[in-house]
């Protein structure tokens, strides 16, 4: 099983992963904006729901994939550092996207909410390359069990997400004022996010693995 230390390492990234603007996070928080609270907590079960199907999806591949073929595990890991390296230069390029962005939306029934929150999630390649790329990371072959080990992380990951969702869908009103009015706290922000995305790369790609 993952040790305490990992699993505060593994948190911190998927905090950062969450905190990084995507589909998700602006359709939440976009509903929130336009419909209500309870309007962008219903998308947000679906977003959740949606993690289920990409967590299940990518844990029994990676399970098989990993077992099948053990040299996959370094192509996997050196993929996901530069998957993080990539997240950090759209944090920190000029004119990189903001962590809180929103749009309009229209008023829909509470069904429709969860399914296009499920749909936006399911469909978000954001969420596909996290699962596949960086999972492999924190996975321990010489511990065994594959596939409790990446249901594990997976219910760090989703637990993470949805708490820092919840939070911005119920504050949205109240966030969005604060970042439009606080231009230097966000470039900030994002700088700060940039640089530890970067040396959690770093220290992916130089962690040695135990052989199994």
Request: hydrophobic residues 55%.
């Amino acid at each position: 099983m993952l040790t305490p230390q990992e699993l505060m390492l593994f948190a911190l990234a998927a905090l950062l992963l969450v905190l990084t603007p995507g589909p998700n996070m602006v359709y939440c928080v976009s509903r929130s904006l336009t419909q209500g609270p309870r309007a962008g907590l219903l998308s947000l079960a679906g977003v959740l729901a949606g993690f289920g199907v990409h967590l299940l999806a990518a844990s029994l591949g990676l399970t098989a994939l990993l077992a099948a073929v053990p040299m996959a595990f370094d192509a996997i890991r050196i993929a996901g550092a530069a998957y993080l390296l990539w997240l950090a230069w759209q944090a920190v390029k000029p004119g990189g996207a903001a962590p809180f962005e929103a749009r309009d939306l229209p008023h829909d029934t509470p069904r429709k909410l969860f399914l296009m929150g499920f749909m936006t999630n399911l469909l978000n390649p954001k969420v596909a390359m996290f699962y596949l790329s960086f999972f492999p990371q924190f996975l321990h072959p010489e511990r065994g069990q594959w596939l409790l080990q990446s249901l594990s992380l997976g219910a760090v990951q989703i637990s993470i997400s949805g708490l820092v969702n919840a939070l911005l869908v119920l504050f949205a009103a109240r966030v969005a004022l604060f970042m439009n009015r606080s231009q230097g706290w966000m470039r900030a922000q994002r700088y700060v996010m940039g640089t530890v995305l970067g040396l959690l790369a770093v220290r992916l790609l130089a962690e040695k693995r135990p052989a199994a």
